[in-house]
């Protein structure tokens, strides 16, 4: 089988050839490093690759399937984490040179899981510093590239993420989510990326940003690989405090590819803000595609998403600040200076005042839970605009020149305030070819239905099966 | 520490050096229009009522 050709199929598609024993788990890893050989030097997806380790790792595989003992569908499949996941005896950087040399000595929660589901490690992926940032900028590891327009931003914070699924240097990748993170780099690398409900995957050994509005999550080139992944990280982990004792459904079995009956709502505000006309019009087609299938369509009010960015702004400046508050003062220096000034900024921030913002989260909350008693999803773009340009500090949104930073977080904000599920899948390309992705979210702990819509929307096109120039 | 009236740069200067924040000027230029950033966000949530409602406790996970 051609090398490009491995590299872009879906896990779901190489699990079935490795449990058949059709192709090697040796072959698929060799075919991601020829691709990573091929295309690193343009993307700089990676602060670490694992190729020896891989490489041994997929012979071990190779021997146990061979054996009969297959342990699923993440069994031999590249797996590639964001570098603020932390992975026993591997170097875990967050980004920064300050932990050029930090080695964990022992895996977070999810990387525990796919080792034990025995996927591969190939890496780990290169992020915005600190994960503090939207757009994949690092002045440490270098600039994230669009698989797309090398000219042009990932999106971030897990910008590797999104290149390496989106280039096929990786099957699963992950990102974290804090206020857009997964969906960002996702619809500007045009991928799949879930931010699964607060609390549904386990935050233990990563390195935070925000405690309250951090979610961690797969990214993925198919909906269902998105749905497979779920099944291995989803769950409850005493070990992180806000973790969720619910039931874990088998995520796979949303794929029905019927969206009869859902009702999803459009939220109008989100029509009325800086918005490029070529996303809008992929999203409205997006959601009429969505109609003839047989979901029933209502616009509805989503008032406060007009303060999401406050809400969202103070709470995690506040808490982002207490978190990395001693490394503030030890090695600021050190930091990407954006980074550093926001973290600076945080100060400024006083307890009544990241507290009112809690209250009005709260309030925020239940006026989203209210909107999903009417429907079952809310719609929209994930992101106003297309990829632009990397250190640019301007986008235009149509014809209104907006700043980069809150353009590519004014849609993803409202679901870390509220620990919704929201995916983000894509809907389309602009006219320059560059991705555009809709937004579905939907109820806490309903992944299944956000999935259930997102996969019939994807397999009512053929938007996911497209490849990046590069 | 944020307040409804606008930052001066005086006024931001000397809270910085109680903070012991120091740099470059055209960085401490940055930082001054991010910490009014961070004044106007407070402004904003200040005009929501919030009255009953109590801070979101995200740390208090679902049950079955």
């Known amino acids: 089988m051609d090398t490009l050709e491995i590299c872009y199929m879906s896990a779901g598609d190489l699990s079935k050839l490795v449990q058949s024993k059709e192709i090697s788990p040796v072959e698929i890893i060799e075919a991601h490093l020829t691709r990573i050989d091929a295309t690193e030097p343009v993307l700089n997806s990676f602060i670490t690759l694992l190729a020896d380790q891989a490489r041994k790792a997929a012979r071990q595989a190779e021997k146990d399937i061979q054996a009969g003992r297959y342990k699923g569908p993440l069994h031999g499949i590249p797996v590639a984490l964001k570098d603020l996941y932390n992975t026993g005896g591997v170097r875990t950087t967050s980004g920064s040179r300050i932990f050029d040399t930090f080695i964990p000595t022992e895996d977070c929660t999810v990387a525990a899981k796919f080792h034990q589901a025995g996927a591969i490690l190939l890496g780990k992926l290169n992020m915005h510093q600190f994960a503090y940032g939207p757009t994949g900028e690092n002045p440490d590891y270098g600039h994230m590239h669009n698989p797309w327009n090398p000219d042009m931003v990932t999106g971030g914070s897990s910008g590797g993420s999104g290149s390496a699924a989106a280039a096929g240097q990786c099957t699963i990748t992950t990102g974290s989510d804090t206020g857009g993170s997964i969906r960002i780099p996702a619809a500007l690398c045009g991928i799949v990326g879930l931010k699964p409900t607060y609390g549904l995957v386990s935050r233990y050994g990563l390195s935070s940003l925000s405690w309250s509005l951090d979610h961690p999550g797969p990214m993925t080139r198919t909906v269902e690989d998105t749905a497979i992944t779920m099944n291995v990280i989803a769950g409850h982990d005493p070990k992180d405090v806000a973790s969720a004792k619910v039931d874990i459904p088998d995520y796979t079995s949303a794929l029905t590819g019927d969206v009869k009956g859902l009702r999803i709502g459009i939220v109008k505000e989100y029509f009325e803000a800086p918005l490029d006309p070529q996303v809008r019009k992929a999203v409205m087609d997006a959601i009429s595609l969505l109609e003839s299938m047989g979901a029933e369509i209502k616009e509805v009010s989503y008032p406060m998403f007009n303060q999401s960015q406050a809400i969202s702004s103070t709470v995690l400046m506040a808490e982002a600040t207490a978190y990395h508050r001693d490394l503030l003062e030890k090695d600021g220096h050190q930091l990407y200076e954006p980074v550093r000034q926001r973290l600076e900024a945080g100060l400024f921030i006083s307890a009544a005042e990241y507290l009112r913002a809690q209250q009005a989260r709260s309030i925020f909350d239940q006026q989203g839970r209210r909107l999903l008693d009417e429907v079952d999803l809310l719609a929209g773009p994930t992101e106003p605009v297309t990829a632009p340009e990397i250190l640019a500090s301007k986008v235009m949104a149509g014809e209104q020149e907006v700043g980069v930073v809150g353009a590519l977080t004014q849609y993803t904000r409202p679901y870390n305030i509220n620990g919704f599920p929201a995916i983000s899948v894509p809907c389309g390309f602009s006219d320059d070819g560059m991705p555009i992705g809709l937004q579905l979210a939907g109820r806490p702990f309903d992944e299944l239905t956000v999935l259930r819509a997102a996969h019939a929307y994807e397999q009512a096109n053929d938007w996911h099966t497209r490849r990046p120039p590069i | ?64």
């Open chain 2, 1 to 64: 520490m944020a307040s409804q009236n606008q930052l001066s740069r005086e006024e931001f200067d000397r809270l910085r050096e109680k903070l012991g924040m120091d740099g470059e000027p055209a960085y401490l230029d940055e930082l001054f229009t991010q910490v009014r950033g961070v004044f106007m966000m407070a402004d904003s949530i200040r005009a929501i009522d919030v009255s009953g409602a109590e801070p979101d406790m995200a740390f208090i996970p679902p049950t079955d």
